[in-house]
């Protein structure tokens, strides 16, 4: 069974600052790890996701994360965030087989002030 | 194509009260997950399709919730006898065959039980 810890439920930061929002997982078998943003009443929305490969992974929105398989972490990052990425933010992890289900985090609210 | 499609989007029953979700997936797409989230907290895991078959529930879901995919293609949740901790966002998401390591997903059906 796969597990997720979001290790921050809240992120204040102001804007153009650089922010840090961090996961870690654990799993007993190989994994593909996503990041999601939720805006309110919204659905999720994928931002990015680490298949194989390069370990440092771009998204979409200036997002990027960073897959550490030694620290089990998958820290996603932004050099510069703006008002417009105020939301939730969710890490998943699902076992790279056909069809297994995402397992999510708690989610971290990030929190964007000019 | 239109993404993954839930409707309604809201629903506030009495307890007690049956009520009934639809998804309809990307149209290529012949995995269908639902998942519940509640105030708070990540998305939780229900159940998947993969085309009719539902291949596997989680413990979350209990006796009174029942999910279908008929035809393979739209899938319905009903809650029966609704009681106020069903009160949720219940979330649909749709991945494809081929190298569906995404899911995507709907905007979700919010339920309120008064």
Redo the contacts between chains.
């Keep these: 069974a796969q597990s997720v810890t979001q290790l921050d439920s809240q992120v204040p930061v102001f804007e153009e600052a650089p922010v840090e929002l961090r996961c870690n997982y654990s799993s007993s078998v190989s994994v593909y790890l996503f990041w999601y943003v939720q805006y309110p009443n919204q659905g999720l929305q994928l931002l990015l996701k680490y298949l194989s490969g390069s370990t440092l992974v771009k998204g979409i929105n200036g997002f990027e994360a960073e897959f550490n398989k030694s620290q089990t972490s998958f820290h996603l990052r932004k050099p510069s965030v703006h008002i417009s990425d105020t939301a939730e933010y969710f890490c998943a992890v699902r076992a790279n087989q056909a069809g297994t289900a995402l397992i999510f985090g708690k989610g971290t609210t990030l929190s964007v002030s000019s | 194509d239109t993404g993954?499609s839930?409707d309604p989007r809201h629903k506030i029953t009495k307890r007690g009260q049956n009520v009934t979700f639809r998804c309809d997936p990307i149209s290529e797409h012949n995995?269908l997950?639902w998942y519940r989230q509640t105030l708070?907290?990540?998305?939780?895991?229900l159940t998947?399709f993969?085309n009719e078959a539902q291949?596997?529930k989680s413990r979350l879901l209990s006796d009174r919730f029942s999910a279908e995919r008929p035809k393979g293609s739209f899938s319905t949740l009903e809650i029966q006898r609704t009681e106020q901790g069903d009160s949720a966002m219940y979330?649909c998401?749709s991945s494809a065959r081929q190298g569906?390591?995404?899911?995507?997903?709907?905007?979700?059906t919010?339920l309120t039980v008064v």
Aim: hydrophobic share 30%; glycine share 20%; proline share 4%.
């Design positions: 993954v839930q995995r997950y708070g907290q990540g998305p939780e895991f998947y993969q291949l596997e979330l998401a569906g390591t995404e899911a995507f997903f709907g905007q979700g919010r």
